[in-house]
């Protein structure tokens, strides 16, 4: 059985984790195909959006196969999270609109798959957790890193320091998630929002996320640098010549990614 289904929905792909029996859990197998996968989609010019999400009723993730991780020496051990942490900067640096349709558990190593995903979208039987810190360790993959950019310092402390579970609507209060929808509503809900990014430059989605994603913690005049940087060169392409032809001729625009 394949641990990670590839599916591409109009201009939308799919990826699902498919280890439901293990809670979906990240083998070394299963992040070394994700890897692939996400590079696939980044460099494939019919792809929009790439969509993460988890097979089985359980779990979207429930992070590191720990059964798998005890057989390791403490130098594969740093491996293995160094793969955790290549799997995320792929999601990072996407060109491509990443959303994360959440259901069931979402811990550890998952959790920190969602947090580098652009958007999360979760079902209203979502659990967000860091076990971590019960195990004598951290999030070893940039958990630390995110989740404070995401929901500020005071609440990430607080899901890190007490290792709470929270569930999806709390999750949206403090803005982990963008949106709670029921379960059988989660992955037409990420299809929904797929389906409005096509309506956008791919060029300029590119351009404005590595702006934010690279900006956010520059100081304000070289972040300012570096949105120009990133902004001026669109002017010249072909998609903002035929996006604005487009709104004088009062039609949607057609971009080619060029």
């Not at 007490?162 to 299809?191: C, F, M, N």
């Amino acid at each position: 059985m394949a641990v990670l289904v590839r599916e591409k929905i109009d201009k939308a792909v799919v990826l699902t984790l498919n280890r439901p029996e293990s809670m979906n859990a990240l083998s070394h197998e299963l992040v070394g195909r994700l890897i692939e996968a996400i590079k696939d989609a980044s460099e494939d010019p019919d792809c929009r959006s790439i969509i993460l999400t988890g097979a089985g009723d359980k779990a979207f993730c429930a992070g590191t196969d720990l059964k798998e991780r005890r057989s390791l020496s403490p130098e594969e051990k740093w491996a293995q999270s160094r793969g955790g942490w290549n799997l995320n900067q792929a999601l990072f640096n996407s060109p491509k609109a990443v959303i994360a349709a959440v259901g069931g558990w979402c811990l550890g190593g998952g959790f920190e798959l969602a947090l580098y995903c652009d958007i999360r979208i979760a079902a209203d039987d979502a659990r967000f957790g860091w076990p971590e810190m019960t195990l004598g360790a951290y999030p070893g993959s940039g958990a630390a890193l995110m989740l404070p950019r995401i929901v500020g310092p005071a609440q990430a402390k607080l899901l890190f320091f007490t290792a709470r579970r929270i569930d999806a609507h709390e999750a949206y209060r403090i803005g982990l998630v963008e949106r709670v929808v029921s379960r059988p509503a989660l992955l037409e809900a990420a299809l929904e929002f797929a389906g409005e990014v096509e309506r956008t430059s791919p060029l300029g989605l590119a351009a404005v996320k590595r702006s934010v994603n690279q900006g956010s913690d520059l100081p304000l005049d070289e972040a300012a640098k570096l949105d120009q940087m990133l902004r001026r060169p669109l002017e010249g392409t072909r998609d903002y010549e035929e996006g604005i032809r487009a709104h004088f001729e009062k039609r949607k625009p057609v971009f080619a990614g060029r």
